[in-house]
Structures are given as structure tokens and as C-alpha cells.
């Protein structure tokens, strides 16, 4: 299949791209925090981005891939601004954002698939996946699992390399990379970059790569190097220029035996000088020194006469990255995406305890719990009140119990956060493929819960109002899943975001009519809350789903008459009992319509459904 492996690689390939930036400043209130950068890389190109801590490193990066607008300056792909930079560029961050219950080899594969049209065979994808790996030098942990809090996997090096493989293995025209080697010894950074440049010269990919004190082998492997203080340029040339400029740009040549690039970071470090005046005058000094030297040996940027010839390819990054166009060609890829999508949220859910595991558990303990606390609870009127509590809780707390899903759900969302920026796919393929793999897991989850307790606890017999039972509890369940995600999505800090889905959870408890009457609540809560809150459909259709149709024994006084603990229109009868639907017409919910409640019910989750689509589109990061 190597034939069809190398057709891949070549509809990406072989195009020649110029990326440049020039004159970017980038501003925070007064604070410059890049000036005036300015340079360029060839296709298969490797730049080395060095500078002291807080030089502007990191900051660079996300003004070339458009993740932060500068606040002057361009930043163009063949001459063109307009250039789709998701589309174009991967962009491996500084921490490590993967799925830790898949393996290595699964994690480079399904980014691999996510990059691919659903055309690829699979021959390709495995022969381009197993070459990543191989360069990489992750062969014998490819069978690993990645690991996570509860679960020990692969050192935070392969980590590295695993982020790295799940870029390069989507074969982007541009890859940014932010400390690539940080957490690798100096014999694994130096393998890892040699790869990437092997990677890079084959297929003509731009490499741009923040680096903190590369030793001299690693640094050798850079084509060029952009030195910044401060925001500021204090070199942009090839690498093996840096000697002469040091020595005669500068005045201070390299020492004997020593790496250039150390001494270059020792001659523009000024975090230890005393004087932060001085500071500024010493970075000012160095920048002038290299405009000169640069201007005086044709250094620097690329000449006008060789963007003139570029300017022609204008618009070919775009064509390349972007495979066939049109509606239907797009809702393909995205179907495809979500496919995909969904079959590693299997996995992932499967085999995550974080996701599900936990909460099984947490569900079938619960179920246990109320099969033995509320256990036979006879039909009588006495028993009423412990009825109403078993729907309550069912409703309340399952659904409370949501909030356990949010780190698994934080965990993916990073993920997706990454994946997305690289162009992968969009929030609707992610929630799409979200919404619909959690139904199964959560179902199993209220399944074990309901057959627990259902019949031990003696709620209304019948197989219909069990799979009723079952399947409001599911919906109301699900909303709160879904509620606990729009949360997590917002506001993605663990503590942060349990606080407030906790918080949310109580207040619809509050006000879903249980512990307060509905019609008692105090109008400016009852006239909104009470009616959005998901746990008021739950419940009334719970209570009415148990005692619609049913009739419940009254206690006979010493003096022979009738006590029911709600007014009885059956003692008119003269019958010593209470309809379930007397009960009912106490709690105002005697008319309801099933099958409204239930589409409401719907209606809800699916808005959060739409929020959490909405807030994914909203959120950059
Ligand atoms: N949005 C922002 N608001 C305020 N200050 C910022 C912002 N972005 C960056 N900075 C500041 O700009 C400077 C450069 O930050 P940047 O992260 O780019 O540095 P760096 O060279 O990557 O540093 P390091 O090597 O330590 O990661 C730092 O002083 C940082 O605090």
C-alpha cells in the first residue's frame, strides 16, 4: 500500500509555502509586549524561537497561528493574510492535553482518521501512523495507555512525543511547536527534533518550535533562530550565523567550547540586573545593534524581490488544506468526524473510570440504599409522604450526581480544545458526538439504579410504569449531565465549575415545588424558576406515573372513623381509603399531560444540548 500512502502525503505536500510575519507588536493595556517582530520560514524549514523567560516566546507563537490578533504587524502564507491558519498549522501547546485510558498507538491513529477523508484506506492511515511512531521513538510503548489520576501510564516525555506524533501525523503545512523538549532528557529532545526534521524536510513542513538552552547538537538542527528580550528582536538569521553576529555584531564572541546558543541567552538575559532602567536601555542597545548588523549583511527578514514571486502562489494554502469544498462535501466530513468521534467516546467512556466507572458504582449503591431504606412501603395514606420523598431523591440526587462526570468531561474538553484549534473538526461534530455516546452509559446507570429499588421499595406495579419510571428518570439524568457539561465548558477549572453545577443543582431543588409547594413559593421565583427548572417535570411525572390510578389505605380511628393523611374524596364513598389521584389534586398536578411534561422535559435537555454547542463555539481556550 505504499502507493496509496505516498498519493496522501503528495496532496499535501511539494507545494512550497512562505510564512512571515512582519512588524508584529502585540500590546497589553500600555505593556509592549512584542515590538516590532519581524522574519520568516521557508517549507521545510525548522526556526528555533529562543529568549530568556517572559521574552515573549510563547506569545509569538499565538500571533503566527492567529490564536492572538496582534495589535499591528501582518502575518501572511504565501503573501496572504487571509491565509486559514486552523486549517494550514498544528499547534502543540506546552502541557500535554490526551484521552488517558487510550494508548499511544490508538491516540495517533484517531488523530491520523481526524485528519483524513473517509476516502483514506486504512493502509494508509496505519503505514503513516506506524512511521510516526517509529520516528518518535515510541514503538515499544505504543501499546501503552497514556494514563491519568487513577491510572499510571507513559512518562510525561512520551507524553511529549505523543502530543507531538498527534500533530505531525495530520501532516499540517505549518507546525507550531511550544517547548517541544520540555520534560525529554538531551538524547531523547535531540532523536525527537531530528525526527521532526526528517518529517519536515520530506514533506515540506514549516517547524517553528520554542526552545529553552538546546545544546549545540539539538541547536544544529535548526535551520534558523529568532532570539527575542523583551519583545524584542535580538537576532533572526540562520543558526549557523550566530557565531559571527555575536562576535562581530556584538563584541562578544563565543567562548571556546562553549554553545552558542547559551552564550547568545547569557548576553540578552537581564532578569538579574538590579536596575530595571538599565534593563530597558541594555535590550534597546542590543536591538539597534541588530537592525544594524542585519541591514549592513542583508540578514533578517525575506528580500522584496523574493515575496514578489511568492505573492503568485497566493491563496494555494488555502486550496491545499481544504480538500473538496461545498454544503454536502462538508456535511460529509463533519458525519465522517462525528463517526469517529463517537467511536473513541466509546473507548474513552468504556474503559475510563473517571466517566462512568465511578458513577455505576455511585448508582448502584444509591439504588441499594433506597431498596433497603424505603423498603415495602405500604400502600396506605400514612406512607404518602415517604412515596413523594423516593421521587424526589431519584430525581435530586441522581441527577446531582452528574457533577461526577466533569473531570472526564474537563479531560475531553481539553482535548477538544486542541484538536479543534488544529482544525480537526468543529463543536458541532464534538457535541454531536458527546450528546449521543453518553446515552447509552447513563442509561445503564438509571437502568441498574431503577431495577434495584423499584419493586423492593413497592413503588406503582405494572411493567408500563416501571419503563415510565425508568425512562423519565433517564431524561431528567440526562439534562443534568447535560447541565454539569454546559457548566464544565463554561468554565473549565474543576473546583470552579463543580461549585457552581453543585450550586445550580440545589437552587432547582429548591424550587421544583418538593420541599416548597409550588403555589407557595414566593412569586418571583415561582413565575420562572419553578417553570425552567428540569426537576419539577421530573418529579410531578415520577409522582404521577406512581399514584395515578392507585388506591391507598386510611387508618380507622378508635372511635371507628376514617383518618387520611390528604382529604379522601373515597370516604364519601364510604370507603376508608384515598385515591392516589386525591393526592394528586393536593399537589396541583392531577391534570398534567404525560406526554407534554415528557417533551418539555426533552425540550430541556436539548437546550442544554444547544448551550453547550453555543459556549464551545463562544470559547477559544
Ligand atoms: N495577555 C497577557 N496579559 C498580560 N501580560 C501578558 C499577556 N500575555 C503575555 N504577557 C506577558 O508577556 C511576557 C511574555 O510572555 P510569554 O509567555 O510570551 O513569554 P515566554 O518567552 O514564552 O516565557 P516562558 O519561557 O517563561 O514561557 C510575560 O511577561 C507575560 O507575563
Known sequence: MQGSSDDLESQKSHERLVLEWENVTFSVKSKKILQDVSGSVDSGELLAIMGPSGAGKSTI????????????????????????????????????????????????????????????????????????????????????????????????????????????????????????????????????????????????????????????????????????????????????????????????????????????????????????????????????????????????PREEDEHETLTEHNGTARYLTRGKRGFYAAVARNVHRTGILMERNV???????????????MYLGMGVMLATIWVNLAQTSAKVNDRLSVHFFSVAFLGFMSVAGIPAFLEERQVFMRERMNGLYGPGAYVLANSIVTLPYLFICVLLFAVICYWSIGLNPGAEHFFRFLGILFLAVYTAESQSAVVAAALPIFVASLAIASFLNGFWMSVGGYFIRAVNLPRFWYDWAHFIDFQTYAFDLLVFNDFHGITLGCATLADGSCFCDYPSS?????????????????????????????????????????????????KRR
Open 347 to 361: 473507548i474513552n467512556y468504556s474503559r475510563n473510570l473517571l466517566a462512568y466507572g465511578v458513577r455505576i458504582g
Open 570 to 618: 373515597l370516604i364519601a364513598q364510604g370507603q376508608c381509603a384515598l385515591a392516589g389521584d386525591d393526592v394528586l389534586r393536593a399537589l396541583a398536578i392531577q391534570g398534567i399531560s404525560f406526554k407534554l411534561y415528557a417533551c418539555i422535559l426533552l425540550i430541556i435537555a436539548l437546550v442544554y444540548r444547544v448551550i453547550l454547542y453555543l459556549v464551545l463555539v463562544l
Open 61 to 300: 507563537l499565538d500571533v503566527i497561528s492567529k490564536r492572538t490578533s496582534a495589535t499591528s504587524g501582518l502575518v501572511t502564507v504565501n503573501g496572504d493574510a487571509g491565509a486559514d491558519m486552523s486549517a494550514l498549522a498544528a499547534y502543540v501547546e506546552q502541557s500535554d492535553a490526551l484521552l488517558g485510558v487510550l494508548t499511544v498507538h490508538e491516540t495517533i491513529r484517531f488523530a491520523a482518521r481526524l485528519s483524513l477523508d473517509a476516502t483514506t484506506p486504512a493502509d494508509a492511515i496505519n503505514d503513516r501512523v506506524a512511521a510516526v511512531i517509529s520516528d518518535l521513538g515510541l514503538t515499544e510503548a505504543a501499546q501503552n495507555r497514556i494514563g491519568n489520576a487513577v491510572q499510571r501510564g507513559i512518562s510525561g516525555g512520551q507524553k511529549r512525543r505523543v502530543t507531538i506524533g498527534s500533530a505531525l501525523v495530520t501532516m499540517p503545512r505549518i507546525l507550531l511547536l511550544d517547548e517541544p523538549t520540555s520534560g525529554l532528557d538531551s538524547r531523547t529532545s535531540r532523536e525527537v527534533l531530528t525526527a521532526i526534521r526528517n518529517i519536515a524536510r520530506r514533506h515540506g513542513i514549516i517547524v517553528i518550535a520554542s526552545i529553552h538552552q538546546p545544546n549545540w547538537e539539538t541547536f544544529a538542527l535548526f535551520d534558523k533562530l529568532l532570539l527575542l528580550a523583551r519583545g524584542r528582536t535580538m537576532y533572526f538569521g540562520p543558526t549557523n550565523q550566530l557565531d559571527a553576529y555575536l562576535r562581530d555584531g556584538l563584541g562578544h564572541p563565543v567562548p571556546m567550547h562553549a554553545n552558542p546558543a547559551d552564550h547568545a541567552l547569557e548576553v540578552t538575559n537581564t532578569d538579574f540586573m538590579s536596575d530595571p532602567a538599565r534593563r530597558e536601555v541594555h535590550v534597546d542597545e542590543l536591538a539597534q545593534r541588530w537592525t544594524a548588523y542585519a541591514h549592513a549583511n542583508g540578514l533578517g
